[in-house]
C-alpha cells in the first residue's frame, strides 16, 4: 500500500532539469534538504495564516526538496549515511512546523484570540504525534536490517494533502485530524508488517 507515495518516481522526473543541473554544478544534496525545510517552514506561516493556495505551493515544494535530495545524491554517486541522518531529520522538522501552523490555525477558530485550549487544538494535536507513528515504525524496522519503509496508505503526502484540506476547510479539523490518526496507525502497521515478512519472521 504505497498510497500517493507510488507517484514519487513521476514526480521527481518533473525536476529532472534541476537534478541535472545539480549534478553540472556539484550542487550537495543537503541543500535540497534544507530547501524543503524552509519551504515546510513558510507552508506553516501560511497554514496559521488560513492562506491555503500558498500553504498548498510551498508544501509541494517541501515534497519536491525531499524528493529532490534523494535524486540528486544517487545521480551524483554521493549518497551516504549522514545524509540519510540528515534527510530524516529534515522530514521530522517540517512535519512539525506544519502541524504548529495547523494548530495555530485551529487555535483562531473560536474567536479574534487564540484559543489553544479548545477541542480543534488538542485534535490537531493528538494527529502530529500519531503522525510520528510511521516513521517511528520505518526507522526503527531497518535499524534491525529491514528495508526503511515508505509510502502509505497515509504518509507524507497524504499528510501534506490533509493539512491543505484541514487549512482550507476549517470545519473539517477534528475529522482530518482522525483520519490523520486512523490513517497513521493502519501505515506503522502495514510498514512493520513488511518489515517482519522481509526478516522471514524473525524475533
Given at each position: 500500500m ?79 549515511p ?6 530524516e ?115
Amino acid at each position: 500500500m504505497k498510497g500517493l507515495y507510488a507517484f514519487k518516481p513521476w514526480y521527481t522526473r518533473r525536476f529532472a532539469g534541476i537534478v541535472d543541473f545539480a549534478v553540472l554544478h556539484g550542487i550537495s544534496p543537503d541543500v535540497f534538504t534544507a530547501s524543503g525545510m524552509a519551504a515546510a517552514a513558510v507552508a506553516g506561516v501560511f497554514v496559521a495564516l488560513g492562506w491555503w493556495p500558498l500553504a498548498l505551493v510551498f508544501l509541494a515544494l517541501r515534497l519536491a526538496g525531499a524528493n529532490l535530495d534523494g535524486a540528486v545524491a544517487r545521480t551524483r554517486n554521493v549518497a551516504r549515511p549522514w545524509g540519510f541522518v540528515l534527510n530524516e531529520i529534515g522530514d521530522r522538522a517540517s512535519d512539525v512546523v506544519v502541524f504548529a501552523g495547523l494548530a495555530v490555525w485551529a487555535a483562531r477558530q473560536s474567536g479574534p484570540e487564540l484559543r489553544w485550549l479548545s477541542w480543534p487544538v488538542f485534535w490537531v494535536l493528538a494527529a502530529a504525534l500519531a503522525a510520528t507513528l510511521p516513521t517511528f515504525a520505518s526507522l526503527t524496522a531497518a535499524a534491525a536490517g529491514a528495508t526503511r519503509g515508505n509510502g502509505g496508505p497515509l504518509g507524507k503526502t497524504e499528510r501534506c494533502l490533509a493539512v491543505v484540506v484541514a487549512t482550507a476547510l476549517p470545519v473539517t479539523i477534528p475529522y482530518v485530524s482522525a483520519v490523520i490518526i486512523v490513517g497513521s496507525g493502519v501505515t506503522a502497521a502495514a510498514r512493520l508488517g513488511s518489515a517482519r515478512r522481509e526478516m522471514g519472521g524473525q524475533h
